[in-house]
């Protein structure tokens, strides 16, 4: 065996040992084997900064596939009042770039929590078609409760999953297999740093240090089982689904406040006017793919030189 398919072999050894040894929790803190963070919040939050009370904010965005599926960690707040963290996937060709009503109303989107309806004309930044979404949301009704939804873009109006409370008459907690497509989540709503109220550019330092939020686990069989990179639109909205902040991952280019409706924070009922490629930037990440697979790929094709 030649010496650099051997330190191939032993970078791949290597890999495997540290994946083991930090392990990966879905308990709505970042863990180490994130890494560094795959978007960080531009602008201040018009939304309310989190510190005392309150508020919602997206500080940064933090994302691994391991073992078939992808933990996502989005830092911040989610304000307890069923604001929306809708969360965009663009994970295969075709897809929505601008997306249309439900079913029943004569687009071909599910119609659950009523977003398609508030958002059919919402158009994208041009590369992003999107293909999947989820929805959370958290507030008192009954109870403390978190939500979760999750929806296939162009499914037709029956083409989503649902889960109400998932954390037991809490705000907070974990539960791993939240939807019935295995999708789990968890929140930590402690964070009183990272970004502050306003409209301004963010302290990116401040937004990067944040360690807890919303945590996903997704199969990626519940998203189309994507192939290589694939991006994500995070969004902040109002609890109608018809008022987008100014929180969105990837970040907007400050000096900016919340979209509204009407893109200038009116409310007009909709945000199916907004489109994103009217706003400097692009307003989703990439989620890189799995770093052991390219060593992998790089060690295969070491190897068959051999031969
Ligand atoms: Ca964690
Ligand atoms: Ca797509
Ligand atoms: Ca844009």
Known sequence: MSKKSLFLIQAIGAGSLVATASAQVLDG???????????????????????????????????????????????GNL?????????????????????????????????????????????????????????????????????????????????????????????????????????GVAHDRSNTGGVIGGTNAADQNAAAAVTTGIELSIPLAAIGNPVGAFTVSAMINGSNHDYLSNQFLGGLTPPQGNLGGDGFGGYNGTVGQINMNNFAGEQYFFVPEPASLALLLIGGLALRRRG
């Open 79 to 183: 304000e307890n009042n069923f604001n929306k963290l809708n969360v965009f996937f663009d994970t295969q060709a075709g897809g929505q770039n601008v997306l249309q009503a439900d079913g029943n109303s004569g687009g071909n989107n599910p119609a659950n929590d009523g977003w398609a309806n508030k958002h059919a004309g919402f158009t994208f930044d041009a590369a992003f078609a999107a293909d999947y979404m989820l929805i959370l949301r958290n507030g008192n009704f009954g109870g403390d409760r978190f939500d979760i939804d999750f929806a296939t873009i162009g499914g037709g109006a029956g083409a989503y999953q649902a889960a109400s409370d998932v954390f037991g008459g809490s705000l907070t907690g974990s539960n791993g297999a939240a939807l019935a497509n295995g999708i």
């Open 29 to 75: 803190t970042r863990d180490g084997v994130y890494g560094a963070p795959v978007s960080v919040q531009t602008v201040e939050t018009q939304f309310g900064d989190a510190n005392p009370n309150g508020g919602s904010e997206l500080d940064a965005a933090y994302a691994r596939i391991q073992g078939g599926t992808l933990y996502l960690m989005l830092t």
